[in-house]
C-alpha cells in the first residue's frame, strides 16, 4: 500500500506541474482533458528523468534528485489546489458511463498490490527485473543478456522510482495511473469533440477492455505506449482538419512519447507524420515530426553511443550491435513470426482472434488457440469502431484516422501480431466510434456493448488473477507463501508458482553462490544474487556456437563469474528421457543448431560431473554447483 500511495502522490503531482508549465498549450482543453494529457505527459517526463539521472547515479535518485522531484510534485500539487480544482463547474460533472469506468480501475488494484507471477510474464522477466539490477549496480546500464535494457524507457524509468521507495507495487502503480489519467484523458478528449455521453462511452469502452484491466496491475508498459500513440494519430487528424499549429504540437509530443516508450512508435511518427505531410499543412506537420524526433531522440542517441545500435537488436545485420549476431537475430525474428496468423490473406482471421482466439497473439509458438482471454481486445472496442466507419468517413477527421488505422493494422500484421501492439489502435476507433452513439441504428448498441464488455472483463479477470492473488490480500498467504506455492517431490513441499523465489530462499546467505547462470528461465527479478541469462539467443557472451565438448562450456561459465547454473526442465517433452540421459553418455551426435545443442552439453556436463546438483526445486527445476 506504501508503494501505491507513493506512486499516486507523485503521478498527481506530475499531472499538475505539467498543467502548470503548459496551461497556455493545453488551455483550450476542456479540466478532464487537460488533467489526463497532463498526467500522461508528467508521468513520462518523470520516468525519463529518472532514466537519465541514472545513468549518472542511482544514490542521486534518493537524495538531491528525488528531492527536487518531490519539490516539483508538491508545487505542482499546491497550483491545482489553488487553480484547477474549481474549472470543473457542476453541469461539466460526468454521466453514468464515466463513473462505471473507474469500476475495472478498482478491481486491477489486485494485480497491483500483491507480488506477479508468470501470469505477468514480461514484468517479472525484464521490465521489473532491469530496474532492479540497475538499482543493485548503482546506476543505469546496458545489460548485456538482456537486450530489453536497451528499449527506449520513458515508462520504465519509472520502474526505478516506484522499486526504490515501493517496492514492485509501487512500480506497477505508475502503469495504474497511465491506465487511470488515459481514461480521463478519453472521456475529456472525445467528450470535447463529440459530447459528454459520447467521452464518457468511450472511456469505459477503453477502461474495461480485458487487456488494459490485466496490465494496468502489471509492469506492462502497452497500455502508457498505446495512449501516447493513440493520441498522437488523435491529433494528427485533428491538425489535418483544423490545420492548427497546437494539434499539430500536441500530435508531435504524444507520437515522440511513443518512440520513448517503444520502438514501434517509430512506426506511429511514420505514418502518422507521412498523413499529415501530405493531407495537412506541411510546414506544421514538419514542425510536429521535429517535435517528435527530438523527444524521442535522446533514447536512440544514447544507444547509438552505448550498444552502437539506435534501434538494438533490431536491424543488426546493416546497424551491428554489441553481444548480438545473426543467430540472435534469427531467432528473435523466428519467435515474433509466431504470434498471430501471418499474411495478408489472414488479416480478417487476425482482427477477429484478437476477441475469440487471444492465445495466438500472446504466446510464442501457441498453434492451439489456447492462452488467457484477460489479453484479448474485447468486442466493444471493434464494434464501436466498425459502427463508426459503417456510417461512412465524412470530412478530413475521419477519412485520416481511418487511414491511420488501415495503414497501422496493415504494419501489424505484417509484423509481428501480438495484441498488446494492437492497444495504439484503441483511440483512433474509439475516435470513430464516438460519432455513432446517438446514432440511430447504433444508439442502444453500443452503450449495451460497453456494459456487457464491463460485466465480461470483471468476470475473465476475476476468474484468473483475482482468484490467484487474493489470498495475498486477504491475508490468507504471506508474498513468500504466495510465490512458493505447492508441488512435491516424495511428499515434500518444494517450489511453486515463480520457482526462483524459492531459489532465492535457498541461495541468497550461501557464500559460494556467486552468480547463477539461468537456463530456460527469465525470472531473475526474484533474485538477490547476481544472474545471467545463459540460454542461446540472449548474449554473444556465451559462446554456445563455437562450443564443441562441456568443459568448454564450463570454462566460458567462469570467465563470466558463474558458479552456479539453474536448469529449468518445465519444457522438456519427455522429462524421465531426459533423466536418463544424466546417466549414461550421449549417444547422438552434437546438433549444429544451438538451440539443441546447448541442451546436450549440460547433459554432458552433468554426466562427466562438471555440474553437480545441489538443489532440487522441483521435478523440472534444479539449481546446480559447478565443480571446480
Known amino acids: 500500500m506504501r508503494g501505491l500511495i507513493l506512486a499516486s502522490i507523485s503521478s498527481l503531482g506530475a499531472s499538475a506541474a505539467i498543467v502548470f508549465f503548459a496551461r497556455k498549450l493545453l488551455g483550450h482543453l476542456s479540466w478532464p482533458a487537460r488533467q489526463g494529457i497532463g498526467g500522461l505527459i508528467g508521468l513520462a517526463c518523470w520516468g525519463t528523468y529518472a532514466y537519465f539521472v541514472g545513468m549518472l547515479d542511482l544514490t542521486s535518485l534518493g537524495s538531491g534528485g528525488f528531492v527536487f522531484l518531490g519539490l516539483m510534485t508538491l508545487f505542482g500539487a499546491g497550483y491545482w489546489f489553488a487553480k484547477e480544482r474549481h474549472k470543473a463547474p457542476p453541469e461539466a460533472r460526468p454521466p453514468l458511463a464515466f463513473w462505471l469506468a473507474l469500476i475495472p480501475l478498482l478491481v486491477s488494484l489486485v494485480g497491483v498490490l500483491p507480488p506477479s507471477t508468470a501470469l505477468d510474464w514480461d514484468s517479472v522477466a525484464y521490465h521489473l527485473a532491469v530496474p532492479k539490477i540497475w538499482l543493485q ?22 520502474f526505478l522510482i516506484g522499486l526504490k521507495f515501493g517496492g514492485q507495487a509501487g512500480a506497477k502503480a505508475f502503469v495504474w495511473w497511465f491506465t487511470a489519467f488515459g481514461t480521463l484523458a478519453i472521456y475529456g478528449v472525445l467528450g470535447d469533440r463529440f459530447g459528454k455521453k459520447a467521452g464518457a462511452i468511450s472511456a469505459l469502452i477503453f477502461a474495461s477492455i480485458p487487456m488494459v484491466i490485466w496490465e494496468s496491475g502489471t509492469a506492462y508498459i502497452d497500455v502508457a505506449h498505446g495512449l501516447f500513440a493513440g493520441f498522437g494519430f488523435y491529433f494528427a487528424a485533428l491538425h489535418i482538419e483544423s490545420r492548427k499549429r497546437e494539434d499539430a504540437i500536441f500530435a508531435g509530443i504524444m507520437l515522440g512519447l511513443a518512440a520513448g516508450s517503444k520502438y514501434t512508435g517509430l512506426q506511429s511518427i511514420g505514418i502518422a507524420g507521412l498523413l499529415m505531410l501530405i493531407m495537412g499543412d506541411r510546414k506544421l506537420a514538419a514542425q510536429a515530426i521535429g517535435i517528435a524526433v527530438a523527444v524521442s531522440a535522446p533514447w536512440y542517441i544514447k544507444n547509438w553511443i552505448v550498444v552502437g545500435n539506435p534501434v538494438y537488436p533490431f536491424f543488426s545485420s546493416v546497424l551491428g550491435g554489441k553481444n548480438w549476431d545473426a543467430a540472435a537475430a534469427a531467432m528473435y525474428t523466428e519467435e515474433q513470426k509466431t504470434f498471430g496468423y501471418q499474411g495478408i490473406a489472414n488479416i480478417g482471421k487476425s482482427i477477429f482472434g484478437l476477441v475469440g482466439n487471444p492465445g495466438h497473439f500472446t504466446n510464442p509458438g501457441q498453434t492451439t488457440g489456447g492462452g488467457f482471454a484477460f489479453v484479448s481486445l474485447g468486442f466493444a472496442l471493434l464494434a464501436t469502431g466498425a459502427a463508426g466507419i459503417a456510417k461512412g468517413l465524412a470530412n478530413k477527421f475521419d477519412r485520416s484516422i481511418a487511414l491511420m488505422i488501415g495503414i497501422q493494422l496493415l504494419a501489424w500484421t505484417v509484423l509481428s501480431q501480438q495484441s498488446r501492439y494492437i492497444l495504439a489502435l484503441a483511440i483512433p476507433l474509439l475516435a470513430l466510434g464516438a460519432r455513432v452513439i446517438d446514432w440511430k441504428p447504433t444508439k442502444h448498441l453500443i452503450p449495451a456493448a460497453a456494459g456487457l464488455q464491463l460485466l465480461a472483463s470483471i468476470y475473465i479477470y476475476n476468474s484468473s488473477i483475482v482468484t490467484e492473488r487474493l489470498p ?38 550461501d557464500p559460494a553462490v556467486k552468480k547463477i547462470a539461468l537456463l530456460d528461465e527469465v525470472f531473475g527479478f526474484y533474485l538477490d544474487k547476481p544472474y545471467f541469462w545463459a540460454g542461446p539467443g540472449h548474449t554473444t557472451e556465451v559462446t554456445w556456437a563455437k562450443m564443441q565438448s562441456a568443459q568448454e562450456m564450463i570454462d566460458n561459465f567462469k570467465q563470466l563469474g558463474i558458479t552456479h547454473v539453474y536448469l529449468n526442465n518445465q519444457y522438456v517433452p519427455d522429462l524421465e528421457k531426459w533423466n536418463q540421459s544424466l546417466i549414461q553418455p550421449r549417444s547422438e551426435p552434437l546438433a549444429e543448431d544451438i538451440r539443441n545443442k546447448w541442451r546436450q552439453l549440460v547433459q554432458d556436463a552433468i554426466y562427466e560431473g562438471k555440474l553437480k546438483p545441489t538443489q532440487q526445486l522441483s521435478r523440472t527445476k534444479t539449481l546446480y554447483e559447478i565443480a571446480q
Request: no cysteine; glycine share 12%; proline share 2%.
Open 137 to 158: 549496480e548503482g546506476h543505469v546500464s546496458s545489460v548485456s543478456y538482456i537486450h530489453h535494457s536497451n528499449f527506449p524507457a520513458a515508462v520504465d524509468g519509472l
Open 472 to 509: 495475498v490480500l486477504s491475508g490468507g498467504l504471506t508474498e513468500q507463501e504466495f510465490l512458493e506455492g505447492f508441488d512435491t517431490i516424495d511428499g515434500q513441499r518444494v517450489s511453486g508458482k515463480v520457482a526462483t523465489a524459492t531459489l532465492n530462499k535457498v541461495t541468497k546467505d
